[in-house]
């Protein structure tokens, strides 16, 4: 006989298209003119004065034409947001082109949702994981997170050029692999809470094996990729990380949850006593989490080992000082008022969670 399955729907969403490679930008335009023949360009002004005029010259190329182009995205806010759609709407594209770090290809996503059109990214190094994600992070004027938007529709088009990645400064490349590093564990997670809700959709396991690929690629690539961009050499290795945070985390990510980690990341950030970059916390947070989940001590070795190799923080002390109470405050919103706190399979504690803390302080796990 056999057992009756509860039925669950699976899904998954991804980007149309993503091309990534030396010189890739040269194929902007040709593969956007499918969506039509008027750009609106948004980021910020680092981006477009290193890609800006690639941007313009494949897009001409291909006989569209840039009817918008605005270089001042600072953050991606609700204000920044509203008036790039007021600019946007005065233009009428066909659709956007983000262009540069998260903030700007978040917030361009948000403006082509606002002037229902299409969307098309264009990274310009390797911090974050936003460009082929049907989401945008939205921010204060202060950079204090205010919410996370679920886009109706991926990028149709995605474009990472390797060359000018590699260019970047190699902090931005730490970051990146900091954060894309939770995606395997904070999927691992969400999966096994899932299960046990039985009547919620499930991630497919194809989104469990990009997590777990992503993984595998960064602790195979990772430290190598590192030393070549350091050394100007670009390698396969470097391709291989950028693939890995652009590609395999995002959809990963998307198609799962974030989880204990990010939970953590947002409940120390609230306290405003941390000083560190997204994929830092981050990456910090899965560590927290393995040892919160008991993981094998030599499976965390390795990923505290990593870490360290590539001076991604392994102790609460990298961040600053930290009062007593506002870490207990940290451990109190990510083990309950965090959403991702409920990605978790069983309800935390803050007990657990500092008990985790404090194991990875004394390297006890
Ligand atoms: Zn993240």
């Known amino acids: 006989m056999t057992a009756l399955r509860p039925i669950t729907i699976r899904r998954m969403v991804a980007p149309s298209l993503y091309v990534q490679g030396k010189g890739a930008i040269y194929h902007l335009g040709q593969k956007a003119f499918p969506y039509g023949d008027k750009a609106y360009v948004v980021g910020g002004s680092t981006a477009l004065s290193v890609a800006g005029d690639r941007v313009r010259k494949s897009l001409l190329s291909n006989g569209i034409e840039v009817v918008g182009w605005n270089d001042t995205v600072k953050e991606c806010t609700n204000s920044a947001i509203d008036r790039l759609t007021e600019e946007g709407r005065r233009a009428r594209p066909h659709f ?20 229902k059109l299409p969307s098309v990214t264009v990274g310009t190094q390797c911090a974050t994981n936003a460009d082929a994600s049907a989401e945008s992070v939205v921010y204060t004027e202060d ?19 390797t060359d000018i990645i590699f260019r970047a400064p190699p902090k931005y490349m730490v970051w990146g692999m900091g954060d894309a590093l939770s995606t395997r564990f904070e999927a691992e997670a969400y999966v096994r809470a899932r299960e046990k809700r039985k009547d919620a959709e499930v991630p497919p396991s194809t989104a469990l094996a990009l997590a777990k690929g992503c993984y595998a690629s960064l602790m195979e ?8 961009i350091k050394n100007g050499s670009h390698s396969s290795d470097v391709d291989d990380v950028i693939e890995a945070v652009k590609l395999s985390s995002a959809m990963a ?21 941390v000083r560190g970059e997204h994929g830092e916390l981050v ?19 390795q990923v505290f080992e990593w870490c360290e190799n590539l001076g991604l923080p392994t102790s609460i002390k990298a961040f600053g000082e930290i009062t007593k109470a506002a870490l207990r405050a940290a451990a109190e919103h990510a083990a309950e008022k965090d959403l991702n706190s409920r990605n978790m399979p069983d309800k935390m504690r803050p007990s657990e969670v500092l008990g985790a803390v404090e194991r990875v302080e004394k390297r006890s796990f």
Do not use: S
């Not at 956007?96 to 002037?115: E, F, Q």
């Not at 990510?253 to 006593?273: D, K, Y």
């Open 253 to 273: 990510f998307e198609n799962t949850g974030c989880a204990l980690a990010h939970a953590l990341h947002n409940g120390l950030t609230r306290t405003g006593q």
């Open 143 to 161: 950079h204090r997170f205010l919410e996370a938007i679920t886009l109706p529709r991926n990028p149709v088009l995605v474009i990472e050029d």
């Open 283 to 301: 990456a910090y947070g899965t560590i927290v989490q393995m040892v919160y989940e008991r993981r094998p001590r030599e499976e965390v070795q």
């Open 96 to 115: 956007v082109i983000g262009v540069g770090g998260g903030r700007a290809v978040d917030t361009a996503k948000a403006v082509a949702w606002k002037l």
């Open 221 to 228: 690539h990772g430290p190598r990729a590192l030393a070549d």
